[in-house]
């Protein structure tokens, strides 16, 4: 099946949009008004949020491209499946500034981890579609296999990080952080926990 010209569309405008989410996010990097190292120290939460979401939307973008490199054919339910991920995605700016600005205090990382959850679930549908309409053989099928229950994996510590987050907040961050760590290659040796026979 050969790829079409609309599958390059619809990544470019998804590059386009993801590069406006991390711009948004290096606005709400405000400078302090005092000089000195003492008063950039008091914005490390700021600084931290903004890593750890930036290594979260470098994490999609990375495995979106991955993703759309098996795509061959558009379909409207692929349209409005990345139209979806990428709105869940778009609030990813509004969390990490509140993340920050609250100095991760509880009602801040449970916003934080829901807008994650709802990209990780939001990216399923779309890896699904891929799957059913893209390219075909082994290799193809393994990647699948292994990333969508990656994906399932990833869902399920978001959740459990949201009841974690009442005992501590930070408890709720690191299952953000395992979530990263998960994804941080697009295809790496932690993926072979993923695979089974079948694949």
Partial sequence: MERQEGVSRVEAFS????????????????????????????????????????AYVAIYWVNHHRLFGHARVITGRLLWSNMALLFTLS???FATAYLGEHHFSRAATLLYLAVMLLASIA??????????????GKAARTYHAATLRKGLA???????????????????????????VFWILPWGPLDRLFLCDDA
């Fill in 123 to 136: 990216y399923a549908p779309l890896q699904r579609e891929i799957a059913r309409t893209g390219t075909a």
């Fill in 15 to 54: 590059d386009g949009v993801l590069a406006i989410i991390i711009t948004i996010m290096v606005l709400e990097l405000k400078t302090p008004a005092a000089e000195g190292l003492e008063a950039l120290w008091h914005l490390w939460p700021v600084f931290l949020a903004y890593v750890l979401s930036y």
């Fill in 154 to 180: 990833a869902i399920l510590v978001y959740a459990a990080g949201l009841p974690l987050s009442f005992v501590s907040p930070w408890l709720g961050i690191g299952c953000a952080a395992l979530v990263a």
């Fill in 91 to 93: 609030l990813v700016p």
